[in-house]
């Protein structure tokens, strides 16, 4: 059965410093990882508009902060993705500083989306971004994207890459495996959401 919740979204804003980050509801969900990993096109199933935030084919798109406001109720906020820059130095500074403040005291941060390619094994950014993640205690969920592009072969080594790179135990840690084209992963996702803001 399709659902159809959460698709009353629309974006409020974009910033680069979470003090300017939009406060009518106290309850945000961030999606964060690599560049061109799924981030904004994992925003667009969850609401199930194709428009909503701008996606890609090219690393590097989103650039800001860009909230969006769910059922007048609480913000999906995208990131721009690590591991991808031009100018680097620059960028590089300017992307940790922009994040680490977005976690420092967030009280509305009620949930991270941790987003890997479940294609490929973590990359060591996505070994230091988890170490980052870790080293709070925010709630978070990791999600292996692209299933839809898994052969049997790739699908039976996402544990133990897991398991590899960022000593995961996936049987209490359980990766959730979505693909934009797969409704009932986008509806697994959608319930994690739901109950992690009911119990707050
Ligand atoms: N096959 C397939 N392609 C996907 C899926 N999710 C995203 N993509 C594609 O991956 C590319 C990157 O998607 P984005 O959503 O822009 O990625 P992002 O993580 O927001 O990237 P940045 O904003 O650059 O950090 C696009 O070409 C998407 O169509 C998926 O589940 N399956
Ligand atoms: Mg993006």
Redesign the pocket.
């Known amino acids: 059965m399709e659902n159809y919740y959460f698709n009353k979204a629309k974006f409020i804003k974009s910033v680069v410093d979470v003090k300017e980050a939009p406060g009518e509801y106290n309850s945000s969900v961030l999606?964060v990882?690599?560049?061109?990993?799924?981030?904004?096109?994992?925003?667009?199933?969850l609401t199930n508009n194709k428009r909503l935030?701008?996606?890609?084919?090219?690393?590097?798109?989103?650039?800001l902060l860009n909230y969006y406001s769910v059922e007048d109720r609480f913000y999906l906020v995208?990131?721009?993705?690590?591991g991808?820059s031009t100018k680097k130095d620059l960028d590089y500074k300017f992307y940790g500083d922009m994040v680490e403040g977005f976690f420092k005291d967030n009280k509305s941060l009620k949930l991270v989306v941790f987003?890997l390619d479940s294609r490929h094994e973590p990359t060591l950014d996505d070994v230091d971004f988890y170490n980052f993640l870790t080293s709070y205690d925010y709630k978070f969920v990791i999600c292996m994207?692209?299933?839809?592009?898994l052969n049997m072969s790739m699908r039976s080594k996402i544990y133990k890459n897991l398991e590899n790179t960022l000593e995961i135990d996936t049987n209490t840690n359980q990766p959730l495996l979505?693909?934009?084209?797969?409704k009932s992963s986008i509806l697994k996702l959608k319930n994690m959401i739901e109950k992690v803001l009911e119990e707050n």
């Open positions: 999606f990882g690599k560049s061109n990993v799924g981030k904004s096109s994992l925003i667009n199933a935030a701008y996606t890609s084919s090219k690393p590097g798109h989103t650039r995208d990131c721009p993705g690590y991808f987003l994207t692209k299933c839809d592009k979505v693909s934009i084209n797969d």
